[in-house]
């Protein structure tokens, strides 16, 4: 198995011809056509639904995973790639049921640039009462083959219902082979991506494009550590995983109130479990970002110092167990009051500048720290 997912299928383009300009219906699943971000895919050749999670972990009940099933159904860091000759290319979506943001945002890239993004709100499909929604982005006239690259959003349940392309008997082209090391995310909204729209705007995502690397995000908004995932990770999850990252304990310790004792036997058996699975990958356990919450849900003080200190000691008790292989990274230090969301309302989440910033202070520390 290669280290990102690409689907297979026997189908073939179909079209017809209209005063000599031919449109040609792409199905999702076909092998030109590359899905990542997503590890447990379901496909047909009408639809393909992402998903980011095993059918064993959705189907725990929220009491053991500690995870929102229908927010971890949203496709954040899922990215659709393919290429073509067209003049016009449709590429087509479906909103599901489950979890969707206020609006959706998928930007599209061309050869790598960054060309534009598209932006419809969820309102205005319900209105019309189709889930169907087609992106078009903007195509070079030259005439010539190129790559285009669609992200899809963070807070967003969505399914890809293929391309249409249109022009002079337009092709699809074979993408070249990419072998990037494979990076998973775990958290919880931070990191999904609660305060960005798109999923190319994360600090995983920022983080992933700085060091080259190719990102399965598999952070759910409002979960708690979970060792539920780190059993999918270690078990479902078989070929080599080269990083991993994980900022987690915010909502331990603001909504499920538990004391520092019982998160630091929560994270160690989280990291010991992926570790079980996953001997070789490079670890990075990062400390609670800025933020100014002081209290948990019932009014009881609360100091995010104390939490990052059980992640620190939680990463040297493993490297006084021979772990070499896993590192403490205080994120507090690369975040402010300036990169908040929406302060004082939020006052946990990053906005847009907020996740670049700390993306990309993290790909300077992980690569120092990688040189050594």
């Known amino acids: ?81 393919f290429r073509t000759d067209a003049q016009k290319v449709e590429v087509r979506f479906r909103m599901l049921n489950g979890f ?59 399914a890809f219902a293929g391309l249409t392309l249109h022009g002079d008997n337009p092709s699809l082209l074979p993408l070249p082979p990419e072998d990037k090391p494979v990076y998973l995310a775990c958290g919880n909204s931070i990191t999904h991506g609660r305060g960005q729209c798109s999923g190319d ?6 983080l992933a494009r700085e060091m080259g690397w190719q990102l399965f995000n598999l952070a759910v908004g409002g979960a ?34 538990i004391d520092t ?27 609670q970002t800025y933020t100014e919450t002081t209290t948990n849900r019932a009014g009881g003080s609360l100091d995010f110092d104390d939490w990052r200190h059980v992640q620190e000691e939680v990463v040297n008790q493993m490297q006084r167990e021979g772990d070499d292989r896993i590192w403490y990274i205080n994120a507090a230090l690369f975040t402010g009051h300036d990169d908040l969301n929406n302060p004082p309302d939020d006052v946990v989440h990053l906005n847009v500048n907020g996740a670049s910033r700390l993306g990309k202070a993290l790909a300077d520390t992980i690569g120092k720290i990688l040189e050594k």
């Open 1 to 81: 198995m290669g280290r990102w997912m690409i689907l297979f299928a026997s189908v073939w383009l179909t079209g017809c011809v209209v005063g000599g300009h031919s449109v040609r219906e792409v199905p999702p699943s076909h092998p030109a056509i590359r899905v990542t971000g997503a590890l447990f895919n379901k496909e047909s050749d009408t639809l393909l639904i992402f998903q980011r999670h095993s059918d064993a972990f959705l189907a725990l009940p929220r009491m053991v995973s500690y995870t929102n099933a229908e927010k971890a159904r949203t496709s954040s860091g899922v990215a659709v790639t």
């Open 100 to 158: 969707n943001n206020w609006q959706i945002c998928i930007p599209w890239y061309v050869d790598g640039d960054s060309l534009g993004m598209y932006i419809l709100r969820k309102a205005v499909l319900e209105e019309r009462g189709d889930s169907l929604f087609r992106v078009v982005p903007r195509v070079p006239q030259d005439g010539r083959p190129h790559t285009y690259r669609l992200v899809m959003p963070t807070l967003n349940t969505l």
């Open 201 to 206: 705007q994360t600090y995983p995502a920022v």
């Open 224 to 257: 708690s550590t979970s060792v539920p995932l780190a059993g999918m990770i270690a078990d479902e999850i078989p070929y080599h995983v080269d990083f991993l990252s994980l900022l987690i304990g915010y909502n331990d310790a603001v909504f499920q109130m």
């Open 261 to 287: 004792s019982v998160y630091h036997a929560r994270l160690h058996a989280f990291l010991r479990t992926v570790r079980e699975g996953h001997p070789e990958t490079h670890i990075f356990v990062l400390g």
